[in-house]
């Protein structure tokens, strides 16, 4: 009994061991990410003040998260480190994520994938975001045309507005074509609360309205309720 009781004892320290370590984790490495994105040598006078929500990010808010999702994140954040391409931020949904290179599992855990094939960040043409939808995206539900995005990079400060919400099928990568303008194509699964795999694709389109202001953008106006339209 003496035994068994010690290594219950044992048992118990190490769960709660393996807790404080997960938390601390999950409130320390997303800001370890976007500071190595600031911080890096490569941005040469990128100062605080310009990478307008990077330094507020804290830990992501996660109350709107699914546990599954939660769970992956957490996992995530101890096997992937690689600095950020960029931060995308939604102001008016409290929507501040780290962008990395692919859509893999782990890469979408961790925060936003930019889609192999589209544009580059901070470039032209039509840059594709991806995201889960019951993670970093699940603000996208409200979102509304009018819209601010801004999209930070090591070459500067891009500032993008809503102008098109579809819901498509998966095979329709029509919304991914490339482009000669500068616009920004977000996509996660479709319904937002659905059980299992989504069926569907959430689109959010946006136009670029203004490049290299390294401030934060004022609001263009007041944002209209969503509308979305089938294809």
């Known amino acids: 009994m003496r035994a068994l009781q010690r290594a219950l004892f044992l048992l118990g320290v190490v769960l709660i061991a393996f807790y404080v370590i997960a938390r601390l984790d999950s409130l320390i490495s997303p800001r370890v990410a976007l500071w190595a994105f600031a911080q890096a040598p490569e941005q040469p006078g990128l100062q605080e003040p310009k990478v307008y929500g990077v330094s507020h990010i804290g830990s992501p808010d996660l109350s709107l998260w699914s546990v599954q999702r939660i769970n992956a994140y957490k996992r995530s954040l101890a ?3 690689d600095r950020p391409l960029g931060v995308l931020t939604i102001p008016r949904l409290h929507l501040v994520a780290p962008v990395f290179e692919g859509t893999d599992g782990l890469t ?5 994938g930019r889609i192999r094939g589209t544009a580059t960040l901070g470039g032209n043409g039509n840059i594709g ?3 889960h939808r019951d993670g970093f995206f699940r603000p996208l ?10 999209v930070t990079t090591s070459s500067g400060h891009d500032r993008y507005v809503v102008d098109r919400i579809n819901i498509v099928d998966p095979e329709d ?7 000669q303008d500068a616009e ?11 059980i299992g795999d989504a069926p569907r694709r959430y689109i959010v389109q946006a136009s670029l309205k203004q490049r290299g202001q390294l401030i934060p953008a ?3 106006e007041p944002a209209r309720p969503a509308t979305t339209k089938e294809k």
């Open 108 to 112: 979408l855990n961790r925060g936003l």
């Open 141 to 150: 539900q409200s979102v509304a045309l009018g819209d601010a995005i801004e």
């Open 129 to 131: 975001i991806a995201g």
């Open 218 to 220: 004022s609001p263009i």
């Open 184 to 194: 920004l194509t977000l996509v996660t699964c479709y319904p937002f609360h659905f």
């Open 79 to 81: 096997l992937k480190m």
């Open 173 to 179: 990568t029509g919304v991914l074509r490339s482009s």
